[in-house]
C-alpha cells in the first residue's frame, strides 16, 4: 500500500501519517485490537486506500489483459470492491476469471466464493438459453439493485434494475424503530423527517424500470407511519383515508429522477 501511495505521493509527512494508520488498531467491547494485514475496520480512510490498493492491483492490470488478450467487446465496472466484468465471448470471461484469480493471489486478495460467478446475461441470453432448453437468463446483483434481462413493451431487449428486496427490508427496519422514537413527536415533525428518508431513498433508487419497487418502499413506510400513530392513542381512528392524505402532505410521490444510460452518457456540443 505504501509503496502504491508513493507513486503519486512525494511528502514523505504524507506517509509516515499513512503508516500510522494503517498499524492503528480497532477498539470493539473496549478491547484493543491490531491485525497485521488489511486496513482498519471502519476507518473513514479505508475505503481510500482500499480504492489506491485496487487500483494498482486490478484496474491498471485488467486494462492491460483486455487490450492484450480479449477479443470483442468488454466491460469492465468496479465500485470499491464490488466488480462486474462483461464480455461477448465466453471463452475469454474464462480466461479472464482464472488470471484475475491469480493475479489477486499476488496481492494477498481472494475472491468471495458465494459472490463471484459466471452467468450468460445480455440481449442473446434469452434467446441463446431457450434454443438450449434452458431456463430465463439468471440475474445478478450490483449496488443494491438486482439487473434482470427483460424486454420493453415493444419487445426488445431491455436492461431492467430492480431494487434488492432484502436491501429495502433493511431500511424499512431502521424506519420502523425510528418512528418509535418519534412516536410522541407532532405529525408535522414526523412528516419532515419521513419526508427526508422517502426522498433520500428516491434519490438513489429511482432508476428507470424500478418504478413499482419505489410505490413499495412508499406504501410500506406510509403503513408504518399509520401503525405508529395508531399506538399514540387507543381512541385515535387512524383510518387508510386519514393516513392517505397525511401522506400526501408530507411524502413525495414516486417518480423516476435518473435519466437511461444513452441520455446519461449522450454528448452533446452547441456545434
Not at 52 to 66: M, T
Not at 177 to 206: C, N, S, T
Not at 223 to 240: E, G, H, I, V, Y
Amino acid at each position: 500500500m505504501v509503496r502504491f501511495l508513493e507513486h503519486g505521493i512525494g511528502d514523505q509527512r504524507i506517509i509516515r501519517l499513512v503508516r500510522k494508520w494503517l498499524k492503528a488498531g480497532v477498539l470493539e467491547d473496549g478491547e484493543l485490537g491490531v491485525s497485521e494485514t488489511g486496513t482498519p475496520q471502519g476507518a473513514v480512510a479505508s475505503p481510500l486506500f482500499a480504492n489506491v490498493y485496487l487500483h494498482y492491483a486490478f484496474d491498471l492490470w485488467a486494462n492491460r489483459w483486455r487490450r492484450r488478450e480479449a477479443k470483442g467487446n468488454v466491460i469492465i465496472v468496479r465500485y470499491a470492491d464490488d466488480i462486474v466484468v462483461g464480455f461477448e465471448y465466453e471463452a475469454y470471461a474464462r480466461r479472464f476469471w482464472d488470471a484475475m484469480r491469480a493475479r489477486l493471489e499476488e496481492f494477498a486478495l481472494t475472491l468471495h466464493q458465494d459472490k463471484t460467478r459466471l452467468l450468460e446475461f445480455g440481449r442473446y441470453a434469452a434467446a441463446n438459453r431457450q434454443s438450449r432448453g434452458l431456463g430465463r437468463p439468471e440475474t445478478f446483483t450490483f449496488l443494491g439493485f438486482i439487473f434482470i434481462c427483460g424486454k420493453s413493451r415493444r419487445g426488445a431487449f431491455q436492461l431492467q434494475r430492480k431494487t434488492r428486496g432484502d436491501r429495502m427490508r433493511e431500511k424499512l427496519r431502521q424506519v420502523k424503530e425510528a418512528l418509535w422514537r418519534r412516536m410522541h413527536d407532532p405529525i408535522p415533525v414526523q412528516g419532515k423527517w419521513l419526508r427526508q428518508v422517502v426522498r433520500g431513498y428516491f434519490a438513489y433508487h429511482a432508476v428507470p424500470t424500478n418504478s413499482r419497487a419505489l410505490g413499495a418502499f412508499r406504501h410500506h413506510v406510509v403503513n408504518l407511519w399509520r401503525r405508529t400513530l395508531k399506538l399514540r392513542s387507543q381512541r385515535d381512528a387512524m383510518t387508510w383515508e386519514r393516513i392517505t392524505r397525511i401522506a400526501n402532505t408530507w411524502l413525495p410521490r414516486p417518480r423516476i429522477v435518473h435519466p437511461w444510460p444513452d441520455q446519461r452518457f449522450a454528448v452533446k456540443h452547441p456545434r
